[in-house]
């Protein structure tokens, strides 16, 4: 069974980087397209990107000069780093993923909470 | 971007109604590329239904949908206690995808 599970600091400092991790379970990340989001607290969800099996990626027009997503197969996950973060990043953040580019996405990763504080 | 606009924001029904919940696109598309989710208060979204009308492993067939064009209806026919969620339509046709902004039902 297909698991996916965010980890990575809760608390990020502003003007630093967010890194977070997505390590895959029960699947290699080859051959699918992996996705991030995001949702700000009592909000709604934002997608921010995707890393394709080749490497490929695509992002949120509205963060794309922020953000990067990596992959590693040899330890099957997927990496979300997001530069310069103010308050306006604090949110829970989710991996997922998807078959195509655009696509609808399943299964998702229970989330992790990232709060950007001093 | 395709923004998508769901009504109601909140919809206050009791187990055994039927809830009618919309989403409405700002630009045509199929009903192929239209999903929706369901998410529990402290849980991640989950995959209702994708596509046309495909439900998700484990769905129950209360979930359907329907619509063209700009405006999809997402219709549960006899809500269950465990219905009680906010649920989000979502956009695949063109990137970036794209959410609608959610409506919870509520008891």
């Known amino acids: 069974q297909l698991q996916l599970q965010e980890s990575g600091p809760g608390l990020v400092k502003p003007s630093e980087t967010l890194s977070l991790t997505c390590t895959v379970s029960g699947d290699s990340i080859s051959g699918h397209y992996w996705n991030w989001f995001r949702q700000p607290p009592g909000k709604g969800l934002e997608w921010i990107g995707y890393?394709?099996?080749?490497?490929?990626?695509n992002y949120n027009p509205s963060l794309q000069s922020r953000v990067a997503i990596s992959g590693d197969t040899s330890k099957n996950h997927v990496s979300l780093n997001l530069t310069s973060v103010t308050a306006a990043d604090t949110a829970m953040y989710y991996c997922a993923k998807a078959e195509w580019a655009t696509d609808w996405f399943d299964p998702w990763g229970q989330g992790t909470l990232v709060t950007v504080s001093s | 971007e395709i923004v998508l606009t769901q009504s109601p924001g909140t919809l206050s029904l009791s187990p055994g109604e039927r809830a009618t919940l919309s989403c409405r696109a700002s630009?045509?598309?199929?009903?192929?590329?239209l999903a929706w989710y369901l998410q529990k208060p402290g849980q991640a979204p989950r995959l209702l239904i994708s596509g046309a009308s495909s439900r998700a492993t484990g769905i129950p067939d209360r979930f359907s949908v329907s619509g063209s064009g700009t405006d999809f209806t997402l219709t549960i026919s006899r809500l269950e206690p465990e219905d009680f969620a906010v649920y989000y339509c979502?956009?695949?046709?063109?990137?970036?995808?794209?959410f609608g902004q959610g409506t919870k039902v509520e008891i």
């Open positions: 630009q045509s598309l199929s009903s192929r590329y």
């Open positions: 890393m394709s099996d080749s490497g490929t990626t």
């Open positions: 979502q956009q695949y046709v063109r990137a970036p995808v794209t």
